[in-house]
């Protein structure tokens, strides 16, 4: 047998305040988009926003449905938003926020399974790593230089 250690770095900031002015602005384009979100199932509201490579921000928010497995994700809507305008174009930063109806989200809120392996894909495919800043509705704010860090391994179309 042998053991595999797997190590990721991820950074906090006690507030969005403490974060680059430009992450701050897509964080404020996150936010935005969180108000927009149409969740009366789950009452859980999220927002997302791309930074690509030629100066665009992309946002999206999560859309539900009755229909449960026919709703999508926020971070899904933006990615695949960007990947219909703006399908050259790499996407360099992406910053999260997530909150509920029913109680106050502090504690940062990384994206779900599906949107780690929808994210992994575009990173994959452009060659780039992916910085990524998610949130609760306030508070501390966690960054991560790729979505490696939070999808060690990772599921892509090498192995098929």
């Known amino acids: 047998m042998k053991e595999i250690k ?7 900031y006690n507030t969005v305040k ?3 002015s430009d992450v701050q602005d897509l ?6 988009a969180r108000d927009k979100a149409y969740a009366p199932y789950s009452k859980f509201n999220v927002g997302a926003a791309l930074l690509l490579d030629n100066g665009e921000v992309v946002i999206g928010s999560n859309q539900e449905n009755a229909s449960y ?9 933006a990615i695949y938003y960007k990947g219909a305008k703006y ?4 996407i360099l930063k992406m910053a ?6 029913i109680n106050k989200t502090t504690e940062p809120i ?3 399974g599906a949107c780690r392996q929808a994210i992994v894909e575009y990173e994959i495919n452009q060659k780039s790593p992916i910085e990524i800043y998610f949130m609760g509705e306030t508070g501390k704010v966690v960054k991560s230089n790729s979505l490696k860090n939070l999808l060690p391994l990772v599921f892509d179309k090498s192995v098929l």
Do not use: F
Request: proline share 13%; glycine share 2%.
């Open 87 to 90: 399908p050259e174009a790499k």
């Open 18 to 20: 403490d974060l680059p």
């Open 69 to 77: 497995p026919s709703g999508l994700c926020a971070e899904r809507t």
């Open 27 to 32: 964080m404020n384009n996150a936010h935005q």
């Open 96 to 101: 999260i926020t997530a909150s509920s109806q």
């Open 110 to 112: 990384p994206p779900c």
């Open 6 to 12: 797997i190590e990721s770095t991820l950074y906090v």
